[in-house]
């Protein structure tokens, strides 16, 4: 006779097989099935999965929702998308007034993705909505497109971005093209609780609109024409999409505007859910695009771009001679490279407005106040950014950037990549590289030189105890630098909505700011040093500059550490 599950276990247990009676997918009923019998003979192991799955639902935030894929409320799966898109549905028809809301699904390439959508379609037409499917895999920044495009009520990406494979999410986006943003995600989330089960879900199997390769074809001849038509078009690229959807396009939008096709990481252009070449997809992680420089080693390009798997984000890699190799360049600094762009050739717009998240460099608001255009600082991530009226240019230090938001009004990696091929081709044309602008730029408005670092968690509860560790033991001083100044972003200390985290400015300059990641179960710091140059020595601020951020990181680890 089987064991009996321990007593605290069994009001989990009774919910897993209420879970398994209403499962529409016989991939996770049998992956819940398999743990259950585990968890009646006894398993330890089984049994702390079982109730990680039981543990609550998984969050629809102003992220959407991102999370493992698998059985169970607390993972991605069909049950919870199903659920998911008929909140969505009944918000939309209840905020606009009408049944007939009209909803594009785009999706990436990562397991289930394909699936996600295809529920999602079937959900909005069974509740009296009209859904329209991009043809295939696609990158978010297409989806994005495609919600102003076809004048849409509400878009829907199912991707998880950079998050390691065994993750997926589902991003959606209102009529005017943005991310969802307080109060909706509440709304939304309220909607989704009137339905408790798939059953609860009316939905059909056909019905809805397959979009084709004109759909493609326009994001692609809109994407290209950030590129100036009389921009030189000589440059040499090496290009890796990691294992993601943005190869195929990325291409296409290169040869719309004049550029030579780049060259490819050949194990890294076609999509793979498996990701096999890369330990976790982000540009950003150490390793992710050892392949791309390696190849860069071997045929010398004028620059390496690298794309996340859902190509929202932009990786810049340049041959830098005083380093003696190939680097990456950090998102600030190409986000500097872009609004400089931005800042030359905006057209004399009167109300012009670059903007940039708070956790990003502080450079950015330099340069626009030399160029006598307005600044503006968000809150972190494009859903705020890309809402800035008047937005000519936005970048999140995270290496997303908007540089056409009459385009796209969110990051998009695509577009970012022309920006950065055509400047790369200019300057390669005077003789000069983007590493000279950077320097122009450190001359002009001083060294700002950043890091960050993350404390990764496997108990979600600890990022609060940081937090409030933080706040209640603040220190005086931070690397030998008193402390002047205290934001405490909660509270909306300054000038921004409240959202959880802190900002302390040194007596130096040094700017510090902690907060929980909204994606990850990671605390995020976020570290800046300012240096203006003396006798117009760079190397000697630059090094000052190093030193501080060494110091301060240091310092910041020790604060923070677990």
Not at 15 to 24: I, S, T
Not at 385 to 403: K, M, N, Q
Request: proline share 7%.
């Amino acid at each position: 006779m089987s064991a009996q599950p321990e007593p605290d276990l069994a009001p989990t247990v009774a919910a897993a097989r209420a879970w398994l009676a209403d499962d529409p997918d016989p991939a996770t009923r049998a992956e819940l099935a398999a743990v259950l019998a585990a968890v009646e003979t006894g398993d330890a192991a089984a049994a702390a999965d079982l109730a990680d799955r039981f543990s609550g639902l998984l969050e629809f935030g102003t992220a959407g929702l991102r999370g493992a894929l698998g059985a169970g409320p607390n993972r991605m799966n069909r049950v919870v998308v199903r659920r998911a898109a008929a909140g969505l549905t009944a918000f939309l028809q209840e905020w606009l007034g009408r049944r007939d809301v009209t909803v594009v699904v785009g999706f990436d390439a990562r397991h289930g993705s394909d699936a996600f959508a295809r529920d999602t379609a079937g959900v909005v037409e069974a509740a009296g909505g009209r859904a329209m499917v991009l043809p295939r895999a696609l990158p978010t920044p297409v989806l994005a497109f495609a919600v102003r495009y076809l004048g849409c009520d509400a878009g829907v990406m199912v991707t998880a971005s950079h998050n390691p494979p065994q993750d997926n999410g589902y991003k959606v986006y209102l009529g005017d093209g943005s991310q969802i943003v307080p109060p909706a995600d509440a709304q939304i989330s309220a909607a989704i609780d009137r339905f408790p089960t798939a059953a609860s879900v009316a939905i059909v199997d056909d019905g809805w609109e397959t979009l084709g390769d004109d759909l493609v074809e326009a994001y692609v001849d809109a994407a290209a024409r950030v590129v100036p038509d009389t921009a030189p078009r000589e440059v040499s690229i090496v290009h890796t999409a990691l294992h993601g959807v943005g190869d195929e396009v990325l291409r296409m939008a290169f040869a719309a505007a004049g550029f030579a096709d780049p060259a490819g990481v050949a194990s890294q252009r076609r999509p793979d859910p498996e990701f096999p070449t890369v330990s976790f997809p982000n540009p950003e992680e150490p390793g992710a695009i050892d392949a791309a420089l390696e190849l860069a080693r071997e045929l010398s390009p004028d620059v390496v771009i690298a794309n996340d798997p859902d190509a929202d984000r932009c990786a810049v890699a340049v041959d830098d001679p005083v380093a003696g190799r190939w680097r990456m360049l950090r998102g600030d600094e190409v986000g500097a490279l872009l609004g400089a762009e931005a800042l030359a050739h905006r057209h004399g717009e009167p109300d012009a407005v670059v903007a940039c998240s708070i956790v990003s460099s502080q450079l950015l608001g330099a340069m626009a106040r030399a160029a006598g255009v307005r600044h503006e600082e968000t809150l972190t991530g494009f859903k705020w950014i890309s809402r800035v009226p008047g937005l000519i240019y936005g970048y999140e230090e995270a290496l997303g950037y908007c540089v056409d938001p009459g385009t796209v009004k969110d990051k998009d990696g695509i577009t970012a990549a022309l920006v950065v091929a055509a400047m790369t081709a200019r300057l390669h044309a005077q003789g000069r590289t983007l590493l000279d602008v950077l320097d122009d730029l450190a001359r002009e408005h001083g060294v700002h030189a950043t890091d960050s670092f993350s404390v990764r968690v496997a108990d979600l509860s600890l990022i609060p105890e940081l937090m409030t560790r933080l706040r209640t033991q603040m220190p005086d001083t931070v690397a030998g630098q008193p402390i002047s100044r205290t934001d405490d972003l909660s509270r909306g200390d300054g000038g921004l909505p409240p959202t959880e985290g802190l900002r302390w400015f040194l007596a130096d300059g040094t700017r510090i700011i902690a907060r929980p990641s909204g994606t990850e179960p990671k605390l995020k710091v976020y570290l800046e040093a300012v240096v203006p140059l003396a006798d117009d020595d760079l190397a000697q601020a630059r090094g000052s500059a190093a030193r501080r951020l060494a110091d301060v990181r240091a310092a910041m680890e020790q604060l923070t550490a677990i």
